[in-house]
């Protein structure tokens, strides 16, 4: 079975600071690993994707990156700002069985202060 | 066009009662999910439908659990004999289909009380 970890769960940083999240995976058998932004009461923002095949997707200030043979991703974001702050989720589709069947992690709250 | 919808935002319901979940995909998405997002943690699986069959129904936690998508565009959510534990998020995302690039693209939810 699945599981998907991010550590920490929560994250304080000063405006400006350039930053990095985890994400965790112990199947390394993945079809494609997508981060989400999630703010307080609303649904999930698509941010990048991550084909298996890929080892890295770039949108503006994110960066995300994949190593599935060691179950790991990370989404780098440049120059914080304060509307960065909110939950980032990621999540894994499975390369064998039902593809559509997604895992999440229970995300990484980040706040980046003035 | 549009985002993924959901209706209504929020449901407020007594324990025991019968309560449908509405969603609708963005247009000519194929393949829809739905998903349980309690406070703290992560959306977690319930069921996803290809067209209109449900592909993938693992996550549905019992079978008072039930959903449909019977034009393959609109999809509800059905809970029956609702119960306190089931008061949580219900999202819904939509994809252009499995294809590796496709991305999932999630609605507001649904706040689902039980009392």
């Known amino acids: 079975k699945q599981e998907v970890t991010q550590i920490p769960a929560a994250l304080s940083v000063p405006e400006g600071e350039n930053l990095v999240l985890n994400c965790s995976f112990t199947?390394?058998?993945?079809?494609?690993l997508q981060w989400f932004r999630q703010d307080p009461g609303k649904g999930l923002t698509s941010l990048l994707l991550i084909q298996s095949s890929q080892r890295e997707q770039t949108s503006g200030r994110l960066n995300a990156s994949l190593d599935k043979s060691s179950g790991r991703s990370t989404l780098y974001i440049a120059a914080s700002q304060p509307g960065d702050s909110a939950t980032y989720l990621c999540a894994v589709r499975p390369a064998f069985g039902n593809a559509g069947k997604s895992t999440f992690g229970d995300g990484t709250t980040l706040t980046v202060k003035p | 066009g549009a985002g993924v919808s959901q209706t209504p935002s929020n449901k407020v319901t007594e324990k025991g009662k019968y309560v449908e979940l509405r969603c609708d995909p963005i247009?000519?998405?194929?393949?829809l999910y739905w998903y349980r997002q309690s406070l703290g943690q992560g959306p977690e699986f319930l069921i996803y439908f290809q067209g209109t069959g449900a592909a993938d129904d693992s996550g549905l936690p019992n079978d008072r659990f039930f959903a449909v998508r019977p034009e393959g565009s609109v999809s509800t959510l059905k809970i029956q004999r609702t119960e306190r534990g089931d008061s949580a998020v219900y999202l819904c995302?939509?994809?252009?289909?499995?294809?590796?690039?496709?991305?999932?693209?999630f609605g507001p939810g649904t706040r689902l009380t039980v009392l």
């Open positions: 247009s000519g998405h194929t393949a």
């Open positions: 995302a939509s994809s252009s289909g499995l294809a590796v690039g496709n991305e999932q693209f």
């Open positions: 199947d390394s058998a993945i079809y494609n």
